[in-house]
């Protein structure tokens, strides 16, 4: 299976592309990770997209577009994946059309998790991630259960760069304007399907699976 999630920055990709890593064992692809990867690793890549990651701007598409390449030529990615963060520019989605015109494929659905402004800030602010394995808490609403701690690995939970409100609005800004028109490009293709992405995160993977479902079975 072949999916993109779309959504702005909080509304739970990365939380759902993990579940859906769980049950279908298809890996999840963030850009996101790659790049403060690199950040963390003080590559070259990492130089160039800190200060624009900082500011809560996009990296530009000719870097984020070979990354994506680059990794879809993994073994792992053949029998399918999960993008988490790209592509969020028209040319980024153009791109991908080509790669995968490229590997023989095309995408089977693009999810959209539809969250209000207000809750994404809530859910930004709270967030804490694992620096080391990348599993991710919310101080409120799914909190480890030492605080401050990683469960799986018991590493010190830490705060993005890009997680502080002002840094919020600005990503919240950039999608609305690059990202949320894909929305029209996928809707006129027939793959979009929009989610509500409030409530809990057991109950929108149900949703995700309700979507995805009747594709499956058609192609059983
Ligand atoms: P990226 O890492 O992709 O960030 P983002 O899109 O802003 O998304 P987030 O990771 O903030 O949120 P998410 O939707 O994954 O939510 P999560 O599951 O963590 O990108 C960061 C930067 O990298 C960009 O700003 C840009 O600079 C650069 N970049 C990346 N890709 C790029 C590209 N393609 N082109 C150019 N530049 C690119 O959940 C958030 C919180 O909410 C967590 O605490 C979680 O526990 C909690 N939560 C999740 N679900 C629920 C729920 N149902 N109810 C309550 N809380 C919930």
């Avoid at 990770?33 to 690793?41: E, M, P, T």
């Avoid at 490009?185 to 057991?202: A, P």
């Amino acid at each position: 299976m072949k999916i993109v999630l779309l959504g702005p920055p909080g509304a739970g990709k990365g939380t759902q592309a993990k579940k859906l890593w769980d049950e279908f064992k298809i890996p999840q692809i963030s850009t996101g990770d790659i790049l403060r990867a690199a950040v963390q690793q003080g590559t070259q890549l990492g130089k160039r997209a800190q200060p624009l990651m900082k500011a809560g701007k996009l990296v530009p598409d000719d870097i984020v577009i070979g990354i994506v390449e680059q990794r879809l030529k993994q073994a792992d990615c053949s029998k399918g994946f999960v993008l988490d963060g790209f592509p969020r520019t028209i040319p980024q989605a153009e791109a991908l059309e080509k790669m995968l015109r490229r590997l023989g494929c095309k995408l089977d659905r693009v999810i959209s998790l539809e969250v209000p402004d207000d809750v994404l800030v809530e859910r930004i602010s709270g967030r804490r991630i694992c620096p080391t394995d990348g599993s991710v808490y919310h101080v409120l609403t799914n909190p480890p259960q030492r605080a401050g701690y990683c469960d799986k690995c018991g590493t010190g939970l830490i705060q993005r760069d890009d997680d502080k409100e002002e840094k919020v609005r600005e990503r919240l800004r950039v999608y609305a304007a690059q990202t949320e028109p894909l929305k029209a490009l996928y809707r006129k293709k027939g793959l979009l399907s929009e989610i509500n992405g409030v409530g809990s995160q057991d109950g929108i993977y149900v949703e995700i699976r309700r979507a995805l479902a009747p594709r499956n079975s058609a192609r059983a």
